[in-house]
């Protein structure tokens, strides 16, 4: 009896817990790799091609995915770890299809997303989190998902760089953006980060629901982390069903000896 409860907790724990590692929103590059120290995928050259996911679960369905407008975010990054001065230097350019941006005529300065009042320009605790990259240069990039667009849903942390993914499938919504940095002042990389906006009666505008902190992307030059898959980090709510799954365990361990004894 013991021998198969341990075996149906054991078998729970493992079924659940890449369920909840999915992210609703997360980003991807095809070929690119999964950089652990900075939990960020990066692409394996200037030119790549960036992947949004949108994965319906929770207040996210399929008609929300579909009727929603998206928002990518390409931000200035400066690869030594300091941040971007706000001055007219030149920073450079790159591309997203064909759309060229220059950085410091092209782009805003500061944290997404653009409020639609200029009254509330500035970070408030509802925007995008500035997690070492805000402020700096930005530019949002406005899409929606196209209901056909679809494949098998899969953890682009621990799976980064799938070059070829399941289309028959319908786990996820996705979206593909050519992407180029050539033209970047040396030492300078682009961040993406994904997200949806809430607008305020104010005219203020909030980040909603975003890709997190391990599931975001950035283009890869000389003096990016290295990239390499490594041992991928689990997510916290991995840490949680390890532990909760730990937990019951013991207690089915410690029911059987007081039994015994």
Excluded: C, W
């Excluded at 069903?241 to 730990?246: I, R």
């Amino acid at each position: 009896m013991n021998k198969l409860i341990y075996s149906i907790l054991g078998a729970s724990a493992l079924a659940v817990l890449p369920a909840q590692a999915v992210p609703q929103l997360q980003l991807d590059i095809r070929n690119g790799s999964y950089d652990n120290a900075t939990e960020t995928v990066f692409s394996d050259g200037d030119a790549f091609t960036l992947l949004a996911y949108a994965n319906p679960q929770g207040n996210l369905s399929d008609s929300d995915i579909i009727n929603s407008n998206f928002y990518l975010s390409a931000a200035l990054l400066k690869t030594d770890g300091s941040d971007v001065a706000n001055t007219s230097a030149d920073y450079g350019s790159f591309s997203i299809g064909s759309t060229t941006y220059n950085v410091t005529s092209d782009m805003l300065y500061g944290t997404p997303p653009v409020e639609t009042a200029l009254a509330n320009q500035g970070f408030d605790a509802q925007d995008l989190s500035t997690h070492s990259v805000f402020p700096t240069y930005f530019t949002e990039l406005e899409f929606q998902f196209n209901a056909s667009d679809t494949v098998a849903e899969y953890d682009t942390q621990p799976g980064a760089g799938a070059a070829a993914f399941d289309t028959s499938g319908n786990g996820m919504f996705y979206k593909e953006f050519a992407v180029n940095t050539s033209g970047l002042a040396d030492g300078y990389e682009i961040h993406f980060d994904l997200y949806d906006t809430v607008l305020r009666n104010n005219g203020d505008i909030d980040a909603g629901i975003n890709a997190p902190f391990s599931h975001d992307a950035q283009s890869s030059g000389p003096s990016s982390p290295p990239a390499g898959p490594g041992n991928i980090v689990p997510e916290p709510s991995t840490y949680a069903m390890f532990g909760l799954a730990s937990l019951m365990l013991g207690f089915v361990g410690y029911r059987s000896r007081n039994k015994k004894s």
